[in-house]
């Protein structure tokens, strides 16, 4: 399958080695990576991409991280896609509370993440993620 016709997941995080190790886990797989910075407009890009999933960097008191989860669940259009939050802190909890659909933990293993996608998308959708 060609880049251009696969689902896309886009990866919205603040730092270059998050947005790096996620594209590497999506290069394998059946889906394209779209990534972003939380400095974009990423509800607008998420309306625009129509991506399967986001994957969200979130970490501890930053503001846009959580700024932009909520942004992302309180709009009709953006709410749909099924946001997964990656963060260092414990704050799965948190996280959830707020919207997020699944929750990890960094660091994560690849299998983890494939793990995440197949809750969210099913086994079927999950495009080889492995």
């Known amino acids: 399958m060609d880049q251009i016709s696969k689902k896309r997941i886009m990866i919205a995080g603040r730092g270059s080695h998050f947005s790096y190790l996620l594209q590497r886990f999506v290069r394998t797989s059946a889906y394209r990576a779209v990534p972003v910075t939380l400095d974009d407009d990423v509800l607008s890009l998420a309306r625009?991409?129509?991506?399967?999933?986001?994957?969200?960097?979130?970490?501890?008191?930053e503001v846009v991280g959580w700024q932009t989860l909520r942004s992302l669940k309180s709009d009709p259009e953006a709410s749909r896609i099924p946001v997964i939050v990656c963060s260092w802190l414990d704050d799965s909890a948190r996280c959830l509370a707020e919207g997020a659909d699944v929750y990890l933990r960094m660091p994560f293993l690849h299998e983890e993440f494939g793990a995440a996608l197949t809750t969210l998308l099913g086994e079927e959708e999950n495009g080889a993620i492995h």
Do not use: K, R, S, Y
């Not at 986001?54 to 970490?59: P, S």
């Open 48 to 61: 625009n991409e129509n991506p399967v999933a986001i994957v969200l960097e979130v970490d501890g008191d």
